[in-house]
């Protein structure tokens, strides 16, 4: 997927959302750590699987366990991939937009902007337009 053929709005769309993925990511200092921990309970509950085989033979509770902290393990490192990769997708941008010399705003905001000003243009107007009714009824 190369970036070079996306339009300037499009980059800085993406980057505003990873930035604010990032920032409630950073913000939430917690969430890290327990997932951490979660990630070691996996492990530890695979170790355990495999000592009751050696220790009582096959169970299923030992399956179970086996089973539920390989589970817990693969999602800890497919979620730990993930953070990395858009991580280094958000350098990417950022290399892109500084490449492209693009201001720091957002074509999108200020396209918001401009419709906002619109907005009030027209309520201005229509108000104008209301106040010269009532001036000509009297």
Partial sequence: MSMKKWTD???ITTRDNLDAWDKRR???????????????????AISTGVAFIFLDGIDVLSVI????????????????????????FLAEIN?????????????S???MDEHIKEIKEDDKQESSETESQVTDKK
């Fill in 65 to 88: 366990l086996i089973i539920m902290g390989a589970v817990t393990c693969f999602s800890w490192y497919r979620s730990d991939k993930q953070l990395k990769d858009n991580i280094g």
């Fill in 109 to 111: 905001t200020n396209k």
């Fill in 95 to 107: 290399k892109e937009i500084k490449a492209r010399k693009l201001k720091d705003t957002s074509k």
């Fill in 9 to 11: 709005e499009e980059l």
């Fill in 26 to 44: 950073k913000s939430s200092g917690a969430g890290s750590k327990m997932w951490l921990l979660t990630a070691l309970l996996g492990a530890f």
